[in-house]
């Protein structure tokens, strides 16, 4: 079964301090995972598709990379409106289209 | 903003009650799936249709039902509600069934009392 662990579940950073959220899977087959940012009581805003091993993506202040076990969600000079729950989610190559997400891990930014 | 929709935003009801929770894709998207949140769980995917059939199924219980109309529009059926039935839905398009990138709207916040 496909499997998605984020760590760590919260991060609190000054403004301008960077850090990186973790995102760990096991699963049949990548096809792609995803980075979603989820503001509190609001549907999940895509982010990023990363598909291949050593693929980068970035935007503004956010980049994500992937590695074969797992992808890094790296966040330089955050400001307070980066607070969020970063929510990780794979999809595999068989089976059905259903996204597998992890738990998410909780950002504040303090001024 | 996604360009999916959802109605209503919040709905409160009772234990025992049936729901109508509805969603619009995005223009030209095909696909639509279906998901539940709550505080524990995390999202859970439960049903997708692609262009009015059924593709594939998550841990939907038996008393939801969905389905997908010639619009594209689609509904999701709660019945004999349980407290546990408390969460947010999220309905989620994408262009079709091969497109990885899926799409979620605003989500109704479901209360059971």
């Known amino acids: 079964e496909d499997q998605v662990t984020q760590s760590p579940e919260a991060l609190r950073l000054q403004e301008g301090e960077s850090s990186s959220l973790n995102c760990s899977y096991t699963?049949?087959?990548?096809?792609?995972l995803f980075w979603y940012r989820q503001d509190p009581g609001k549907g999940p805003e895509f982010l990023f598709t990363l598909y291949s091993a050593g693929e980068e993506k970035e935007k503004e202040r956010l980049k994500a990379t992937l590695t074969k076990k797992e992808s890094f969600l790296h966040i330089t000079a955050p400001k307070p409106e980066d607070s969020a729950t970063y929510l990780c989610a794979v999809l595999a190559n068989f089976g059905n289209e259903k996204l597998t997400f992890g738990t998410g891990t909780r950002l504040t930014i303090i001024p | 903003d996604s360009g999916v929709t959802q109605t209503p935003k919040h709905l409160i009801t009772a234990t025992g009650q049936r729901v109508t929770l509805r969603c619009s894709p995005r223009s030209g998207d095909l696909s639509v799936y279906w998901y539940q949140q709550s505080l524990d769980q995390g999202l859970q995917f439960l049903i997708q249709y692609y262009n009015g059939e059924e593709r594939a199924k998550g841990n939907i219980l038996e008393r939801f039902s969905a389905q997908q109309f010639p619009d594209l529009h689609s509904e999701l059926n709660l019945s004999s509600l349980e407290l546990g039935d408390s969460a947010l839905y999220f309905c989620?398009?994408?262009?079709?069934?091969?497109?990885?990138?899926?799409?979620f709207g605003p989500g109704t916040r479901l209360l059971v009392l």
């Open positions: 699963v049949s087959g990548l096809r792609g």
């Open positions: 989620a398009s994408s262009v079709d069934e091969g497109e990885e990138t899926q799409y």
